[in-house]
Antibody, heavy 120, light 112 residues
Framework: QVQLVESGGGVVQPGGSRRLSCAASGFSISDYGMHWVRQAPGRGLEWVAFIGFDGIYKFYGDSVRGRFTISRDTSKNTVYLQMNSLREEDTAVYYC?????????????WGQGTLVTVSS | EIVLTQTPVSLSVTPGQPASISCKSSQSLLHSDGQTYLYWYLQKAGQPPQLQIYEVFNRFSGVPDRFRGSGSGTDFTLTISRVEPEDVGIYYCMQSIHVPRTFGPGTKLEIK
């Protein structure tokens, strides 16, 4: 059974840091590129970051580039999002997902999300 | 960055009636490999999004055949032939031809 479980959310002060984790089971993150997508309260979906299946290619959205870093630990089958210099506008539910990454046919894996609140 | 616009912002539909959502892209989503990378997601209340349609017109596994995707280039449409109560939620289009991936602003479907 495929599962993605995000953790690490919480309340953090502006300028602070937080690391999110996404533990995968039922499939190997080495087979898929993995994404972080966020959703501010009452707002739409915003793509945040991507790490390729080989762990080499990494891409970021304009609003987080230079502040956020995506990484992974294949031995733990876990993807991470290190968030630094947090701003109030980073407040959102952060989802881990394979999004459009696929092996042949499409799969649709999403976690339930973890809420990050940036507030003083 | 590719900008996706969706219309309408919301729609209220009687069960059994059709519904249609438009998604327009600021650039063509036709890739040199011949595929068009436009997707439709449905997000139900309190849940993560779920894939409905991939590459314009392909229904994802388990999606009822009342859902149909169409379009090409920069103009796309999601049509539900007969809306059911379980179809309520917010529909997002998404493109994956370019980084950054971008989503449309969403269309909220409600039942009358």
């Amino acid at each position: 059974q495929v599962q993605l479980v995000e953790s690490g959310g919480g309340v953090v002060q502006p300028g602070g840091s937080r690391r999110l984790s996404c533990a995968a089971s039922g499939f190997s993150i080495s087979d898929y590129g993995m994404h972080w997508v966020r959703q501010a309260p009452g707002r739409g979906l915003e793509w945040v970051a991507f790490i390729g299946f080989d762990g080499i290619y990494k891409f970021y959205g304009d609003s987080v580039r230079g502040r956020f870093t995506i990484s992974r630990d294949t031995s733990k089958n876990t993807v991470y999002l290190q968030m630094n210099s947090l701003r109030e506008e980073d407040t959102a539910v952060y989802y881990c997902t394979n999004l459009d990454s696929r092996i042949g046919t499409y799969s649709d894996y999403w976690g339930q999300g973890t809420l990050v609140t940036v507030s003083s | 960055e590719i900008v996706l616009t969706q219309t309408p912002v919301s729609l209220s539909v009687t069960p059994g009636q059709p519904a249609s959502i438009s998604c327009k892209s600021s650039q063509s989503l036709l890739h040199s490999d011949g595929q068009t990378y436009l997707y439709w997601y449905l997000q139900k209340a309190g849940q993560p999004p779920q894939l409905q349609i991939y590459e314009v017109f392909n229904r994802f596994s388990g999606v009822p055949d009342r859902f149909r995707g169409s379009g090409s280039g920069t103009d796309f449409t999601l049509t539900i032939s007969r809306v059911e109560p379980e179809d309520v939620g917010i529909y997002y289009c998404m493109q994956s031809i370019h980084v950054p991936r971008t989503f449309g602003p969403g269309t909220k479907l409600e039942i009358k």
